[in-house]
């Protein structure tokens, strides 16, 4: 996962949270009033404590060991139980699957699941891109244009829009948007 990091419109470091949190805690440290916007895969700005060593940050970052799933279904396959409700021609429709209503029901979840990826990612994209530029350069020149373009699905449109940005602003937004 990319996280960047960014000083008036100059990207000066992209990576894993924790070498864009330790690039942004050099620059911290050297530059204590540095404008700096650090943002995650997804476009969205965050903030690190940067406070302390290079080893408390990464303490800090390091990743949470993931609870085990408890409770009833089957927990070691990381099978969750929950409620569906359906209407009973639904339920008649099940019952006569092979295999019996679960196994018809995943196999459509994943059916949908598969239709849905394309889309889903592309959707996903434009929002990060729209987040990070919102953030990055939403007063910026040509701002409106571009997004209009970039929710059009209008690649030329949209760069046409971030031509007046900074580069490296234009550059991530564009990453982002995946066209």
Do not use: C, N
């Not at 302390?52 to 990743?63: C, N, T, V, W, Y």
């Not at 990060?128 to 699905?153: H, Q, T, V």
């Not at 602003?169 to 995946?178: C, D, K, M, R, W």
């Amino acid at each position: 996962m990319t996280y960047a990091l960014f000083e008036s419109g100059k990207r000066l470091a992209a990576g894993d949270k924790l070498a864009v949190a330790l690039a942004a805690q050099a620059v911290v440290s050297e530059r204590p009033s540095a404008p700096i916007l650090i943002f995650d895969p997804e476009g969205r700005q965050v903030d690190f404590d940067l406070r302390g060593s290079p080893e408390d940050l990464a303490a800090r970052l390091a990743p949470a060991e993931p609870e085990a799933p408890r409770g009833r279904g089957r927990p070691k396959l990381g099978v969750v139980a929950r409620e569906v409700t359906l209407l009973p021609r639904h339920w008649d429709w099940l019952a006569g699957q092979p295999g019996g209503a679960s196994v018809a029901l995943r196999k459509l979840v994943e059916a949908a699941r598969r239709e849905a990826e394309a889309p889903d990612r592309q959707r996903r994209a434009r929002d990060a891109a729209y987040r990070f530029a919102s953030a990055a350069a939403g007063d910026a020149p040509g701002f409106e244009s571009a997004m209009r373009a970039l929710y059009a699905g209008d690649r030329e449109g949209f760069e046409a829009g971030l031509a007046q940005w900074p580069a490296d602003v234009a550059a991530h937004a564009q990453e982002l948007a995946e066209f």
